[in-house]
């Protein structure tokens, strides 16, 4: 009666009776083994204690999380028998690994077992082996620019912690910290150290420092009481003078997508612990690499120029064909100010005449070859507007009024237009719109409708309401050059989102444009870049409390910029530093 229930309740080798036939003798065994009830698979062998010893190992070694086993074919030979098995292990993180075998059955005294071995659990199992699961990461994804060089690489930054408990006096070690982190991070105070790490309980982490620079004072920081360090894997900076803000932001997005998927096997290994086959292996497979456009020589050219400023300098380069943001530089006293390259919005002053001059074209008001008056000034309601320095040129083509960057023609003619018409044609040239571009906060500009005439006039020349941003007349200079707006992008493979009107450019416009744009570099306002190729461009000084802003906007082949100069004086001023920058790069670009 005994034996009877315990046999309802589990499977006991010494009281359930042993399957009539190797294929049900061999499936008892694999049903044990498969519900991780060693004892009771091993005691369906002919030598228990070796079986289990061996079964327990491959569970424990595979860190498997189940198993599925079936029996196969069987082939019967007297009192002998093989009869194939397929396991299929489920391993840790959904690894799946299936493969088949056989078990040698015998039969005494009329009853089968399992003829122990170590290819009941693995064919290529040897007797005195274990298996081992393994773990292969994958490399770590990387960035690159659009030359192709790496700017983000894989590597390992150390994390500089400080624990208030654990130094004898805390001001003193904070002073000690700052010491020896002053060339890493010159905004640190013993202060502000001090005050944070006893603000919490437990660690304050104070930085995280690049490996050759950790490597470098390592030994000091080791010394003061109550550092800590710790080291974490992480993208690292190629060249940290390499848009060095904005490569930072492009970290912040990817950096959880780089891991890729780690590869796996399954290894034989000795009793001495020397692997010796592999049983199975899934190869890593790595994120590919991600790319940005921004372009190694044109960014290190246009940051080189802007460097070279004491004023704040700030440049925006981009592709016309492809929309891609080839250079985003500014100097260190533009950096004060955030990133203002892409965001920042200033009125543009003459710049804007491009706008005007489009808006002109479109609405039949006059063509570059439309004869307009350029008087030294103009009264247009209550407004007296003045050209630069009073200069006069009487009656001309636009294209010449916009060669030589007449206010007083393009003021008269923003006072025949609609209220809405520069709106609309800034928007034609990709201003106004909101761009949701990857790794880059942007602002391209705002131009209002104007009802009052006065308003309007002074829009027309860029000294209004309007405001732009590099960022967006780069653009505008981009659309001109492509004859539509491209889309903007930094992070290859990922959309810009726009949100705002975006209506087509027409050929009109953009061919009345391009040659009046050339003609102020061959004769006009920026005949100091004539020697840079076929550049096209236009100037422009917008007056502001304090100065006034240099600006030039233009482009040379796939090449659109926005070049601006904060208080810079004379627009000369902005047209120098990107003829610095074209100057800078290589044969070819």
Same mark, same amino acid.
């Given at each position: 009666?005994?034996?009877? @229930?315990?046999? %309802?309740?589990?499977?006991? %080798?010494?009281?359930?009776?042993?399957?009539?036939?190797?294929?049900?003798?061999?499936?008892?065994? +694999?049903?044990?083994?498969?519900? =991780?009830?060693?004892?009771? $698979?091993? =005691?369906?062998?002919? =030598?228990?204690? *070796?079986? %289990?010893?061996?079964?327990?190992? !491959?569970?424990?070694?595979?860190? $498997?999380?189940?198993?599925? !086993?079936?029996?196969? &074919?069987?082939?019967?030979?007297?009192?002998?028998?093989?009869? #194939?098995?397929?396991?299929?292990?489920?391993?840790?993180?959904?690894?799946?690994?299936?493969?088949?075998?056989e078990l040698q059955m015998g039969r005494r005294d009329g009853e089968w077992m399992v003829r122990w071995s170590s290819t009941d659990i693995h064919p290529r199992l040897g007797d005195r082996q274990t298996m081992s699961l393994r773990s292969t990461p994958a490399e770590r994804a990387r960035v690159n620019e659009h030359a192709g060089s790496d700017v983000l @690489?894989?590597?390992?930054?150390?994390?500089?912690?400080?624990?208030?408990?654990?130094?004898?006096?805390?001001? =003193? /070690?904070?002073?000690?910290?700052?010491? *020896? +982190?002053? #060339?890493?991070?010159?905004?640190?105070?013993?202060?502000?150290?001090?005050?944070?790490?006893?603000?919490?309980?437990?660690?304050?982490l104070v930085t995280r420092l690049r490996e050759d620079d950790y #490597?470098?004072? !390592?030994?000091? +920081?080791?010394?003061?009481?109550?550092?800590?360090?710790? &080291?974490?894997?992480?993208?690292?900076?190629?060249?940290?003078?390499? $848009?060095?803000?904005?490569?930072a932001q492009i970290k912040k997005t990817v950096i959880d997508e780089v891991d890729g998927k780690a590869g796996w096997s399954v290894v034989t290994v000795n009793q001495n612990g020397v692997d010796i086959d592999v049983l199975t292996e899934t190869a890593a497979q790595p994120v590919p690499s991600f790319s940005i456009s921004l372009d190694r020589p044109i960014q290190v050219a246009a940051q080189a120029a802007v460097d070279a400023r004491d004023d704040q300098a700030m440049m925006v380069v981009i592709a016309p064909s492809t929309g891609d943001i080839l250079a985003v530089a500014q100097n260190e006293a533009a950096d004060r100010d955030g990133p203002v390259a892409s965001t920042g919005l200033y009125p543009p002053g003459s710049t804007f005449k491009m706008i005007t001059a489009g808006a002109a074209i479109s609405g039949g008001l006059a063509t570059p070859e439309t004869m307009v008056p350029c008087p030294g000034s103009i009264t247009i309601g209550e407004r007296s507007i003045p050209n630069y320095n009073?200069?006069?040129?009487?009656?001309? /083509?636009?294209?010449? $009024?916009?060669?030589?960057?007449?206010?007083? /023609?393009?003021?008269?003619?923003?006072?025949?237009?609609?209220?809405?018409? +520069?709106t609309v044609a800034a928007a034609q040239f990709g201003i106004g719109p909101d761009y949701e571009v990857v790794g880059l906060p942007t602002d391209s500009g705002s131009v209002p409708p104007a009802s009052d005439l006065v308003q309007r006039t002074e829009d027309g020349f860029g000294q209004g309401r309007v405001l732009v941003s590099p960022f967006g007349m780069a653009l505008a200079a981009a659309t001109v050059a492509h004859g539509e707006t491209p889309v903007p992008r930094l992070l290859i493979g990922r959309e810009t989102e726009i949100d705002g009107d975006d209506p087509a450019i027409s050929p009109e416009m953009v061919d009345g444009l391009r040659s009046m744009m050339r003609l102020v570099i061959t004769s006009g306002t920026a005949d100091r870049i004539a020697?840079?190729?076929?550049?096209?461009?236009?100037?422009?000084?917008?007056?502001?409390?304090?100065g006034s802003h240099a600006w030039f906007v233009g482009y040379r082949g796939d090449l659109a910029f926005a070049t601006l100069v904060v208080r810079g004086g004379s627009s000369d001023n902005a047209v120098a530093v990107t003829r610095d920058m074209f100057a800078a790069l290589p044969e070819g670009y």
């Open positions: 009666m005994l034996c009877a @229930v315990l046999a %309802a309740l589990t499977v006991l %080798a010494g009281c359930t009776p042993r399957p009539a036939g190797p294929e049900p003798a061999a499936q008892q065994f +694999l049903t044990a083994f498969a519900a =991780r009830e060693i004892d009771a $698979a091993a =005691r369906l062998s002919d =030598r228990p204690d *070796a079986a %289990a010893a061996a079964l327990e190992s !491959a569970w424990q070694s595979l860190q $498997a999380e189940s198993l599925t !086993a079936t029996t196969g &074919d069987v082939r019967i030979d007297g009192d002998t028998a093989r009869v #194939e098995y397929t396991y299929e292990w489920h391993l840790p993180k959904e690894r799946v690994w299936t493969y088949s075998g @690489v894989p590597g390992i930054v150390y994390r500089v912690r400080f624990d208030a408990r654990s130094a004898d006096n805390v001001r =003193r /070690s904070a002073e000690s910290l700052v010491a *020896a +982190l002053r #060339e890493f991070d010159g905004s640190l105070t013993a202060q502000s150290i001090a005050e944070s790490a006893t603000g919490i309980d437990g660690d304050y #490597e470098r004072v !390592a030994s000091t +920081l080791g010394s003061i009481p109550g550092v800590s360090i710790s &080291d974490e894997a992480d993208l690292v900076a190629t060249d940290r003078t390499f $848009a060095p803000d904005l490569v009073g200069f006069a040129l009487g009656t001309v /083509s636009m294209a010449t $009024a916009f060669a030589r960057s007449c206010n007083t /023609s393009f003021a008269k003619l923003a006072s025949e237009m609609d209220d809405d018409a +520069l020697d840079q190729g076929d550049v096209y461009g236009k100037t422009g000084e917008a007056e502001v409390d304090g």
